[in-house]
Antibody, heavy 126, light 108 residues
């Protein structure tokens, strides 16, 4: 069974740091790009960060750029998100999601996220 | 980065057809994917690409796209379809992902 399990969430003070982990199983982790997506309480989904299968390409949302660092360890089938200088607005459930893509011609691809983990809650508060 | 716009809420009578739309410039370059999210649960993929359903997703779910608009159609909505639905695509630059604000579907 393809599965993603996040961990590492918790309560942290503003300005503090936290490291999230995402353990992958049931598929060849090193072959897939991965993403972090978050959801603030009662709000919609917000993409946070992307990392390619070999870690050669990394992207961040403007809201976290310079504060968050995405990484992966393909030997451990694990994805990470190091979060520094945390703010109250970073409070959210953080999901990891596998990126899938499929070629449909003329140099174009479909892209989608599947599966998603169950999420881990990060609360930034004093 | 670009944005995707969804109606905040839509309702449908049990057994009827409902269409949820998503608009954005990035949809001229990339197909949308659609996710269903029920309270307290992680999002679940329901449609990707031109009109592809993952295994386990009922065939009452379908997708379409035209210009800058993507649509998710539920034909014969069931009570269990009541949920939040999000569209998603790559940003026009290809360096970001964007989500729509979500549509809360109520089945009456």
């Amino acid at each position: 069974e393809v599965q993603l399990v996040e961990s590492g969430g918790g309560l942290v003070q503003p300005g503090g740091s936290l490291r999230l982990s995402c353990a992958a199983s049931g598929f060849t982790f090193s072959s897939y790009s991965m993403n972090w997506v978050r959801q603030a309480p009662g709000k919609g989904l917000e993409w946070v960060s992307y990392i390619s299968s070999s870690s050669s390409t990394i992207y961040y949302a403007d809201s976290v750029k310079g504060r968050f660092t995405i990484s992966r360890d393909n030997a451990k089938n694990s994805l990470y998100l190091q979060m520094n200088s945390l703010r109250a607005e970073d409070t959210a459930v953080y999901y990891c999601a596998r990126e899938r893509k499929d070629y449909y011609g003329s140099g174009s691809y479909y892209y989608w996220f599947d599966p998603w983990g169950q999420g881990t809650l990060v609360t930034v508060s004093s | 980065s670009s944005e995707l716009t969804q109606d905040p809420a839509v309702s449908v009578a049990l057994g009827q057809t409902v269409r949820i739309t998503c608009q954005g410039d990035s949809l001229r370059s990339y197909y949308a994917s659609w996710y269903q999210q029920k309270p307290g649960q992680a999002p679940v993929l329901v449609i990707y690409g031109k009109n592809n359903r993952p295994s386990g997703i009922p065939d009452r779910f379908s997708g379409s796209s035209s210009g800058n608009t993507a649509s998710l159609t539920i034909t014969g909505a069931q009570a269990e379809d009541e949920a939040d639905y999000y569209c998603n695509s790559r940003d026009s630059s290809g360096n970001y992902w964007v989500f729509g604000g979500g549509t809360k579907l109520t089945v009456l």
